[in-house]
């Protein structure tokens, strides 16, 4: 569905922020991106749809590159992209509103719209706020709002680029329930994340150490036999407890994809 083949990006030359990145995500698939601040992650996800184009390399998402001006805006529209802050996206007063101007300017018919409404408010669990401002919302609900905006567009893809950044514990629980729920829809899932207790809940991680992928494999196998600490990430609670209990457990993931670790399995 995406591949980046050879993909070089820099702001300033001779100040390389991608190096000769390549990889695949298949249709249907979750990947974090994960990495420390500043190793090229943000940057990553605007080459995904669009938004930075490469120096060297191509982008294809469905067979359309982003350096072509047409194919760049047909990408654009089945790529949804989330922020660390909602407010950045709201333009106009009402939740209503918020979720209906992107689906006007696409030209959608009335009937359609009453329909997509309805369905993004409910999924994200929002239809009770439909006349609210979105100013006035907590910040896990403009979250939620941004996210319904988006699902009403049906994107192929969203990105989550660090959108559970700016909430507290229980906020960033909800909103990993959300991304899980929008996954068993089929939607895809690239979700850029520090937290690594939400990373591990991907399927699958991309690891980028100064613009270079370091590892590209299953979320659970990086913290289980990788030195992440050597890239500034800390271990996934999971984890830690796992290895405080000497072993005597197994990491699992339930079916909605969410981690436990189940006692005295290991064997
Ligand atoms: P991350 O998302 O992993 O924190 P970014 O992709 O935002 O990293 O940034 C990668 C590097 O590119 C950093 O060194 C950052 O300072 C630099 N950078 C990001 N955006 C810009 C910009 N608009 N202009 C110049 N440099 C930038």
Known sequence: MLIFDQVHFHYKKDQPVVKNINFVIQKGEFISIVGKNGC??????????????????????????????????????????????????????????????????????????????????????????AHEQPHSLSGGQKQRVAIAAILAMRPKLIIFDEATSMLDPQGRQQMMSLIHKIHKQGVTIVHITHHMDEAIEAERILLIHEGVIEYDGPSLQLFETFSVEKYSLRLPFAIRFQQKLNANTKITKDWKGMIYSKWGTNS
Do not use: W
Request: aromatic fraction near 8%; charged fraction near 25%; avoid cysteine.
């Open 40 to 129: 090229g992650k943000s940057t990553i996800a605007k080459l995904m749809n669009g938004l930075l184009l490469p120096k060297d390399g191509e982008i294809f998402f469905d067979n359309l590159v982003t350096t072509n001006p047409v194919e760049r805006t047909i990408i654009q529209k089945q790529m949804g992209y989330i922020f660390q802050n909602p407010e950045d996206q709201f333009i106009t007063t009402s939740v209503m509103d918020e979720v209906i101007f992107g689906l006007e300017n696409i030209g959608i018919s009335k009937e359609e719209m009453e329909i997509r409404l309805k369905e993004s408010l409910l999924l994200v669990d929002m239809e009770k706020y």
